[in-house]
């Protein structure tokens, strides 16, 4: 079955940068778009950036200029690079398919970002 582990989330101060990853399992990853996901406090989930099976990238207006998606079909990876993180970004983040989520979400990796 599938099983998707994210992980690289903390407490970073507004400005900071980090880089979370989310390994995949139990699905033929190269053939896959995957995106991150996040969900705020009394927020609904939303999707933040996607990547596509041909390496093709989306992202939300709120993050275009700071976040960057990518991939690493070898190690089953997709990787999120946030850049001058905002209090706003603070949330937890989850990666799963893109289009057509799976019913299966990982625990998600929360991420913290202090004015």
């Known amino acids: 079955q599938v099983q998707l582990v994210e992980s690289g989330g903390g407490l970073v101060q507004a400005g900071g940068s980090l880089r979370l990853s989310c390994a995949a399992s139990?699905?033929?990853?190269?053939?896959?778009?995957m995106g991150w996901y996040r969900q705020g406090p009394g927020k609904r989930r939303e999707l933040v950036a996607g990547?596509?099976?041909?390496?093709?990238?989306t992202y939300a207006d709120s993050v275009k200029g700071r976040f960057t998606i990518s991939r690493d079909n070898a190690k089953n990876t997709v990787y999120l690079q946030m850049n001058g993180l905002k209090p706003e970004d603070a949330a937890v983040y989850y990666c799963?398919?893109?289009?057509?989520?799976?019913?299966?979400w990982g625990q998600g990796t929360q991420v913290t970002v202090s004015s």
């Open positions: 990547i596509s099976s041909g390496g093709s990238t």
């Open positions: 799963n398919r893109v289009p057509n989520q799976y019913g299966y």
């Open positions: 139990g699905m033929i990853f190269s053939m896959n778009g």
